[in-house]
């Protein structure tokens, strides 16, 4: 187990460089400022012009640039810059999962990849960091489960989004969340074992389909809480 307090820097949140592109994180929790602060808040606008492209309200008092995740010190900043100029981002935090009860994990949110430089691998490369910084994120705080909100954009493709997840090691599941006339389906991943091991553990019934609607994705997790469980076994109950 990693201890935040001991100095040990994990290998997940160190500099590196994918095809031109550095990856630099900040995290004043790990002692870790391999991204300034101009380029912090470069960060900040680069992501919130990339999640607000779809948005039907694009006010900005209702959609934060910077909020207080992004201001606790455990968060993970993620940044992917070429020639100094920052092209996307994201950050890693824990969160806890309110249409599963509450339970807790490490969040992957933010995620934003700067219109110009899309489709050249840096979204996929970013969450495929930030997976390896959850992970050491969720070890060090005694949790498993890894989530993140995909969105489900439109045109053609509206789950390509998805997809991109997928790749990175998420599982779709049959929980959305609707914010601001945009669709988010709770994707996810565990430390240890399956994600649905993780949550019947945690008493919720899950069932593994395959999405009869998208043949190229992977399988989906159906969720059922535990009391909608006994609530069916009692109507049943009582039919008999």
């Known amino acids: 187990m990693t201890d935040l ?9 160190l500099p590196e460089v994918r095809r031109g592109i550095e990856y630099r994180c900040f995290c004043p929790r790990w002692r ?19 999640l607000s492209e779809e948005r039907l ?13 992004d201001l606790a010190e455990t968060t993970v900043q993620v940044a992917a810059l070429h020639q100094g ?9 824990l969160a806890q999962v309110g249409l599963l009860k509450g339970i807790s994990g490490v ?18 490369t970013l969450v495929s960091k930030a997976v390896h ?24 493709d509206p789950k390509r989004v998805l997809r991109l997840y997928e790749r990175a090691g998420f599982m779709r599941t049959s929980r959305f969340i609707e914010t601001k006339g945009l669709l988010n389906c709770l994707m996810v991943a565990t430390v240890r074992g399956t994600p649905a091991e993780h949550l019947s553990a945690l008493g919720f019934r899950v069932t593994e389909v395959r ?18 469980v006994a609530r069916t076994a009692d109507r049943r109950t009582l039919s008999d």
């Open 5 to 13: 307090n001991s100095g040990h820097i994990p290998l997940s949140l």
């Open 32 to 50: 870790i400022q391999d991204i300034t602060v101009g380029e912090l808040w470069e960060m900040f606008d680069v992501r919130w012009a990339a």
């Open 57 to 69: 309200d694009k006010d900005l008092e209702t959609f934060l640039i910077r909020d207080s995740i």
């Open 85 to 93: 100029r920052v092209l996307g981002g994201l950050r890693v935090h």
């Open 107 to 124: 969040q992957i949110s933010r995620v934003g990849v700067h219109k110009d430089w899309r489709g050249k691998g840096i979204g996929h």
């Open 133 to 156: 910084i959850a992970r050491d994120v969720a070890v060090d705080a005694g949790l498993n489960l890894i989530f993140l909100w995909g969105r489900v954009v439109g045109g053609r």
């Open 211 to 228: 999405d009869a609607n998208d043949a190229s994705a992977t399988s989906m997790l159906v969720i059922f809480d535990a009391d909608s």
